[in-house]
């Protein structure tokens, strides 16, 4: 059983003395071996290399939470085959499991086709996943929104969550940036309420992150989802939407994928295939709408790091200019946006937001200076397909398209790339 400890953040010291570091957005890992002291607190075996997980406070909020990490997995342990095993958790740390394998973005980089025997294996750990209700889960937080089998008011309360742990808590920072790049403040809440009619299906278990840095291909040829931070409970299409987003597939391998999943659920949560052609679309649409706001966010963050050399500093411009340009075209339709600016207006606007330092670039932009000159627009043009939101009604309330190449980089954290945790139970 995993076992709170107090040990004076021991784990993070020696994690930090002796482990080999990575970083992700949220947290930073370090692999190591498990000393005496701490095999005796965590139950292990001294020499057993574990992973040590600590967050960053300096990290901003650009994801929808339900629970700690440690919480969940604490649950899952004997529940579900291949997952994480949270040996021990602090105040500043959770310790999981290790074991050798390689992340299936080493072998199987963004855009390049997936083996169906991946595909297999990823489409089935979704599938066991939504097979658990709430009882083999954590109680859900008192805030969260409860709505049963409904996938329309599970939509409209994601697009919600959105506002509520993302978009509102960085406003005050970044505010004006959105501003001047067209994105108004009450942009989710008026997404919410164009919810379209949805099947109902049932809730369950979902990973919220399977991309290709969060499954390992283990030494034992096992297939292993990891990095459950984002785990949450809600309608298992959600959970195929998200996948096929994050995972960059190319577009040929989408019809593949889906009806990979669909077979796959057959067997553990048949009522989660209900209506899925019809509102999967909505679940895409809203995927690349809610990554607006991160990928807006990183790449302003990124501008931060500077540099006195001109060359270097136009390097970082133009990969927040791309990074910043491609999220506003993927979720310009979704979020209802219009006059959407240039790429050399987003890199107008990005160079005024560094140049404005820590209090963030102002609503009118009126007291900057002139920014570099732009390097031009981008001549490359986005596969779209047709999105019809609804009312309660059934009255067509707009009509959009979103971009069938993904954003650069949502929500995701990378922060399990090269580590694998070993299958609990």
């Known amino acids: 059983m995993s076992i709170e400890v107090d040990a004076s953040d021991e784990f993070v010291q020696l994690a930090q003395n002796i482990g080999t570091e990575s970083r992700g957005h949220h947290n930073r890992n370090y692999v190591l071996p ?10 292990g075996e001294p020499g057993t290399h574990v992973l040590v997980r600590v967050p960053r406070p300096e990290a901003v909020p650009v994801v929808i939470r339900t629970w700690s990490e440690a919480q969940l997995l604490r649950s899952l342990r004997g529940v579900l085959p291949n997952v994480p095993q949270c040996l021990a958790s602090t105040a500043t740390a959770t310790v999981l499991s290790y074991v050798e394998g390689e992340p299936l973005s080493a072998v199987c980089p963004d855009g390049k086709r997936v083996k169906q025997s991946w595909i297999s294996a990823m489409v089935e750990i979704l599938a066991q996943t939504a097979a658990l209700g709430r009882k083999e889960l954590p109680a859900l937080p008192d805030d969260w929104p409860r709505y049963g089998s409904d996938s329309r008011g599970y939509l409209a309360a994601l697009t919600q969550l959105a506002d509520r742990q993302i978009r509102r808590p960085s406003w005050s920072v970044y505010g004006g940036l959105f501003s001047q790049l067209g994105v108004p403040e009450d942009v989710l809440a008026q997404m919410a309420q164009k919810v379209p009619v949805m099947a109902p299906r049932p809730c369950g278990l979902l990973h919220g ?3 290709r840095d969060n499954i390992v291909l283990t030494t034992d040829s096992r297939v292993i989802a990891v990095d459950w931070e984002l785990a949450t409970y809600g309608d298992p299409l959600y959970d195929l939407a998200t996948h096929l987003v994050r995972m960059r597939y190319p577009e040929k391998q989408h019809k593949d994928v889906i009806d990979s999943w669909a077979e796959a659920m057959e067997s553990t949560a048949p009522a989660a295939v209900k209506g899925m052609e019809k509102d999967l679309p909505y679940y895409l649409a809203f995927e690349r709408a809610q990554s607006v ?3 807006v966010i990183r790449a302003a963050r990124s501008l931060r790091q500077g540099s006195q050399r001109k060359r270097l500093w136009d390097g970082l411009l133009y990969k927040a200019e791309a990074a910043v340009w491609h999220a506003l075209q993927a979720g310009a339709q979704p979020l209802g946006l219009r006059d959407l600016p240039s790429r050399a207006k987003v890199r107008d606007v990005l160079h005024r937001w560094q140049t404005a330092g820590s209090e963030g670039l102002g609503q009118t932009g009126e007291r900057y200076p002139q920014p570099h000159p732009s390097r031009g627009s981008l001549s490359r043009s986005l596969k779209a397909f047709r999105l019809v939101f609804s009312d309660a009604g059934g009255e067509t309330r707009g009509v959009g398209a979103i971009g069938m190449h ?14 694998v945790t070993e299958r609990t139970g």
């Open 34 to 43: 498990l000393t005496e002291a701490m095999a005796r607190l965590c139950g």
């Open 209 to 211: 992150d399977l991309h």
């Open 293 to 295: 706001f991160p990928d």
């Open 406 to 419: 993904p954003a650069p980089d949502s929500s995701q954290e990378h922060d399990n790339r090269h580590l």
